[in-house]
């Protein structure tokens, strides 16, 4: 699988959080991107695509992002799913992992973390 065919879905309320994660990922040469601004519309657009990789923010404003994340677990386990949050607690963490998130990125993120987190995912896939 290349980049250009892996697709990653970004549920997460704040537009530039969003707006900077599809820049990150688009110079990271991933074209198939695609948003949600709450809960329920990212499960709707993940049934429709099945994406590879997910971003998901905790905090959303119709829904818990460990509950999405285990709706969207249950649905294709293979999915990666990243918990994005501004909370960086132990708790977060602890819970999102267990919950069957591939990783964690608290908020601000760098491009380099972004990047770090898509290639541990890529080779994930293709194993």
Known sequence: MTR?????????DAY?????????????GITQV????SGSRG???FNQHQHDLVFLDIELPDINGQQLL????TQADKTHVVMVTAHNSID?????????AS??????????????IVERCLAAKLN
């Open 43 to 45: 499960l709707s657009v």
């Open 92 to 100: 977060n963490v602890q819970q999102s992992i267990a919950a069957g």
């Open 70 to 73: 285990q709706q969207i677990k």
């Open 4 to 12: 250009q065919q892996y697709s990653v879905l970004i549920i997460d």
């Open 34 to 37: 695609h948003e949600a601004s």
């Open 16 to 28: 530039t959080v969003r707006e900077y994660l599809r820049q990150t990922l688009m110079h990271l």
């Open 103 to 116: 990783g964690f990125i608290a908020k601000p993120f760098s491009p380099l973390k972004i990047k770090n």
